[in-house]
């Protein structure tokens, strides 16, 4: 690994020269090789095998969410920046008409759509809670999902690392504060195993959301004072600026009271979840190992294909 190519455009570049990535033209939206999703892939199974020992349920959310759902969930205050919703066409003949007129003509055509109602999965676990709240109160020992979606963030970059469209994978624990805890110290530990397992450099720090405006920047300092987020940082395109490819997320009372989480006493869960970059994880491993996956260290394959 040489210092000098720690730099996140000729990153991007070496993972389109080599076919790992393929470019759209847009920043951040990019096409995966068959190599590439086989990573994911292993990773993925060596993720689940871990979380098996713990009975989670696996659900699968769609990329697109309930729009009234992420409002509720508070974050079009928190993150509007990087919120994206889906519109469409829903006029007549006519307005068709001036639509395509307004195409030819270069001028702004999309005014002319509408909201569909549905919102691009910002994380995802943002579609959990409405869906676990709808079924009534949590039992005692509380509640332990495995997620996956795909997600949406508007931050257009050059560092492949930092997508619009990417995958997250997640486990989840609905519970109380002490069962949360527990959860989140498991994981980092596990965490930790899984990355060294796959023999990639990595440092674990306290940090903050990227908490929009003025106001933002005091929930971030006090996120960061209470402990309570962490990630498990891996250096992909800085060396200086690791990226963050676990997330570790603990959220107090705030779904519990949003959603209506609840034992059946009426006392109000607390959330925690860890988040696994996919995406940022393969690019980290071709970043280390490099672009040809047959020719990766005998131990990083053994980890990934015996999973
Ligand atoms: P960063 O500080 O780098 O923006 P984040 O704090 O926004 O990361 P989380 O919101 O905790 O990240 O998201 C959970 C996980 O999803 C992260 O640990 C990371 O691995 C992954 N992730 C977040 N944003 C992106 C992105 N733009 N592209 C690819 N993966 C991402
Ligand atoms: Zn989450
Ligand atoms: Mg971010």
Redesign the pocket.
Same mark, same amino acid.
């Given at each position: 690994m040489d210092a000098k190519t720690f730099d996140a455009k000729s990153l991007l570049d070496d993972l389109f020269d080599n076919g790992v990535l393929f470019d759209s033209g847009i920043d =951040?939206l990019y096409g995966r090789s068959g190599d590439f999703e086989e990573v994911i892939e292993r990773f993925e199974a060596m993720v689940l095998r871990e979380g098996e020992k713990d009975g989670a349920t696996r659900i699968h959310f769609p990329p697109g969410m309930s729009r009234p759902a992420l409002e509720k969930s508070g974050y079009m205050k928190s993150f509007p920046q990087l919120a994206g919703c889906v519109h469409s066409f829903m006029g007549g003949e006519s307005e068709h008409a001036e639509l395509l007129g307004k195409m030819a003509t270069g001028d702004d055509w999309t005014e002319m759509q509408e909201s569909t109602g549905i919102a691009m999965t910002p994380?995802a676990c943002y579609p959990l809670y409405p869906t676990v709240a709808a079924r009534g109160p949590v039992p005692d020992e509380g509640l332990l999902f495995a997620l996956s979606s795909y997600?949406f963030?508007h931050?257009p970059?050059k560092d492949p690392?930092?997508?619009?469209l990417?995958r997250?994978r997640?486990y989840v624990r609905i519970g109380t504060a002490e069962q949360v805890s527990a959860f989140r110290e498991s994981w980092l530990k596990r965490g930790r195993a899984m990355i060294e397992a796959l023999d990639l450099p990595m440092e674990v720090d306290a940090?903050n959301?990227?908490f929009f405006g003025r106001g933002g920047k005091m929930m971030a300092a006090s996120q960061r004072e209470q402990g309570l987020?962490f990630?498990?940082l891996i250096p992909v395109a800085s060396l200086k600026k690791p990226?963050?490819?676990?997330?570790f997320?603990y959220h107090q009372d705030h779904f519990g009271e949003t959603w209506g989480l609840k034992f059946a006493d009426g006392s109000t869960c607390h959330s925690g979840c860890v =988040?696994?970059?996919?995406?940022?994880?393969a690019i980290a491993l071709f970043r280390h190992h490099g672009m040809d996956v047959k020719r990766w260290p005998a131990n990083v394959r053994e980890a990934l294909w015996s999973a």
């Open positions: =951040g994380a997600c963030r931050e970059s690392a930092r997508m619009q990417f997250m997640e940090a959301d990227p987020k990630e498990l990226t963050a490819c676990l997330s997320n =988040g696994f970059g996919l995406e940022r994880l």
